[in-house]
């Protein structure tokens, strides 16, 4: 991943310097929106492997 940044740097910086603060604030909403369904999944996740399994 540090390559493929690298290799695209410019590109990168172009984008984030055309976001606004709002953009910003959007963007930052949807990561968090992201990590908690992805925190949501392993909760749900580790919790299913708590229950026993009834199948014989």
Not at 3 to 19: G, H, P, R, T, V
């Amino acid at each position: 991943m540090l390559s493929w940044a690298s290799a695209n740097e410019s590109q990168i910086q172009a984008k984030l310097d055309s976001y606004t603060k709002d953009a910003y604030k959007i963007r930052a909403s949807d990561i968090l929106q992201r990590a908690k369904s992805i925190e949501n999944l392993a909760e749900a996740w580790h919790h299913a492997q708590q229950i026993p399994s009834r199948i014989h």
